[in-house]
Structure formats: C-alpha cells, structure tokens
C-alpha cells in the first residue's frame, strides 16, 4: 500500500486502499495566502485596423459580437479601423491580456467580423480605471452602450 503522494503514487487507490490523512495540532495557525489567484476585473481597450470595409457591415459584425458576448460595454468604429472597450474578469493582467488577444480571431467567422489585425492593446486594473476617470483622464465611461461611429 502507497502513502498519498509517495513516489509512483497516482493519486488513485486500489480497491480497499485507505487514504493518508494529515492532522493539524491544536493551536497551530493555517496560513491564508494573498487573494492573488481570485479573479479581479480589468478594463480591456481592444484596437483594430486593416483594409476598408463598408461602414453597415462593420456596425452589424460589432452588433453581432456584443449579442454573442454581452460583456462588451461599448465599440467605436470607422470603415478602416474599430476600437472594443468591455470588462473582464481574470486571475492577472497576462490571463485578461491573453483572453483579449484572442477575441477577435476567434469571433471573426461567427460574428462577421472584418479581416483586420490587432493594433493595439490596454489591459488596467479597476482601480486604475476608476482612478484616471476620476482625474480627468482617460476615456469617459461607456454611456451609451453599444457600437458607435468614431
């Protein structure tokens, strides 16, 4: 019989194979860690351009892409270039940034989307969101909600 993580152990028992168990002695303290890997929101700016394409197309792909995905706050767009502004919740900056590299590539077929490449990228904490709002920088916040002309 194999302890719980003995070498070779694969995490399964046989049949009738007990289980390992730890104890902790009374008064000993468990340690809580930072809430690092809890999901926090970050503000995503996702900046697109390419080839021109007409202007009612590109409004009803970015329509699309909000039905399909009504976490976007807002979109504004011309006929050669868009910009996409939305909420995401994700452990750190690398999974939101990660998360937002893909969204156009992988919503261009079922949304319609244009051809066009990734141009730019702004993943910020909520904080530091609400902190360049309230200093007068920034972006306003997205009101009214929806795809927009630049």
Sequence with gaps: MRAAGEAGGSGARAPGEERALTSVAAGDRFEVEEPRDLPRLWHVTLSVSGEEAPL????????????????LLTSRYAND???????????????????ALRLWGEHR???????????????IDR????????????PPPA???????F
Excluded: C, M, N
């Design 56 to 71: 009612k197309e590109v409004r009803r792909a970015l329509e699309q892409l909000a039905h399909d995905h009504p976490f």
């Design 127 to 138: 904080q530091t969101y609400h902190q360049r709002i309230a200093e007068g920088y920034g």
């Design 109 to 123: 077929q079922t949304a319609g989307l244009p051809p066009w490449e990734i141009v730019g990228l702004e993943v």
């Design 143 to 149: 009101s009214p909600v929806g795809a927009h002309p």
């Design 81 to 99: 270039h868009a910009e996409i502004r939305y909420w995401e919740e994700a452990r750190d900056l690398h999974d939101a940034a990660a998360v």
